[in-house]
C-alpha cells in the first residue's frame, strides 16, 4: 500500500532550465508535506516543507506547490544546477504528529545536464 | 551544530549473528527517530524516541529488533539473528520539538548492513 508515490523514477534536464519532480499521496490524513534530497553515501537532507494551509512555498531556488483536491505535490527547481543532482524524495506526515512518522516516496533521481 | 552522526557505516555479519548500532543525536534535539532504506525504496518509519522514552514502534520491528535510548541522548538499535531480508541501510534522524515548535527531521549518513 503505497500511500506516497513518486511515479517518475528519473528525470534529466538542461542546466539553467526548471526541474519539476512530482509527488501523489492517497491519504487523506497527511496534513504536512516534505520534500528531501539525497547525494550517494549521505542521509537525506531536508530540502523544504508546506502544510495543507497554504498552496505554494517557496525558498529561493525551491517552490513546492500542493493541490490537495488532487492529492498532488510538485517541487520546482529554478533555475536548475549541476549540484542538484542527486535522489529527491516527498515524505508525508499528519500535522498533529509534526514531521516524525514520515512516509516516503520512492525517490526521484534528477539529473542535471550541462 | 555537529550533525547526526551514525556509526558503524558498513557492517556485513552473517545470517544469525546479532549486530548492534549507534546513534548519536543533534545535541539539543529531543526527538530521535530509525528509520530503514531498501534500495530502490524511501526511507521507512521504524521507530522514535521523545527524550528517553519509546513512544512508537511500526509493525515494521519484528521482537528480534530492539532499540534503546538509555539517557535520552544517543540511542542503540540491535537486531537478534539476523536474516538476509534485514540487509538495509538504518538511517537514525532527530528533530528539536516543543511548543509550537516541530523542527524536521535531520538524517544521519546510515549504517549499511549486509547480511550473507
Known amino acids: 500500500d503505497q500511500q506516497v508515490k513518486q511515479n517518475s523514477p528519473s528525470l534529466s534536464v538542461q542546466e539553467g532550465r526548471i526541474s519539476i519532480l512530482n509527488c501523489d499521496y492517497t491519504n487523506s490524513m497527511f496534513d504536512y508535506f516534505l520534500w528531501y534530497k539525497k547525494y550517494p553515501a549521505e542521509g537525506p537532507t531536508f530540502l523544504i516543507s508546506i502544510s495543507s494551509i497554504k498552496d505554494k512555498n517557496e525558498d529561493g531556488r525551491f517552490t513546492v506547490f500542493l493541490n490537495k483536491s488532487a492529492k498532488h505535490l510538485s517541487l520546482h527547481i529554478v533555475p536548475s544546477q549541476p549540484g542538484d543532482s542527486a535522489v529527491y524524495f516527498c515524505a508525508a506526515s499528519p500535522l498533529i504528529q509534526g514531521a516524525q512518522k514520515l512516509v516516503f516516496g520512492q525517490g526521484t533521481r534528477l539529473t542535471i545536464n550541462p | 551544530d555537529t550533525g547526526v552522526s551514525q556509526d558503524p557505516r558498513h557492517k556485513i555479519t552473517k545470517r544469525g549473528q546479532n549486530v548492534t548500532f549507534r546513534c548519536d543525536p543533534i545535541?539539543?534535539?529531543?526527538?530521535l527517530y530509525w528509520y530503514r532504506q531498501t534500495l530502490g525504496q524511501g526511507p521507512e518509519f521504524l521507530t522514535y524516541?521523545?527524550?528517553?522514552?519509546?513512544?512508537?514502534k511500526s509493525r515494521l520491528l519484528s521482537d528480534r529488533f530492539s532499540a534503546e535510548r538509555p539517557k535520552g541522548s544517543f540511542s542503540t538499535l540491535e537486531i537478534q539473528r539476523t536474516e538476509q531480508g534485514d540487509s538495509a541501510m538504518y538511517l537514525c534522524a532527530s528533530s528539536l520539538t516543543g511548543p509550537g515548535l516541530n523542527s524536521p527531521l535531520h538524517f544521519g549518513n546510515g549504517t549499511r548492513l549486509t547480511v550473507t
Open positions: 524516541f521523545q527524550n528517553e522514552a519509546q513512544l512508537e
Open positions: 545535541s539539543e534535539h529531543n526527538r
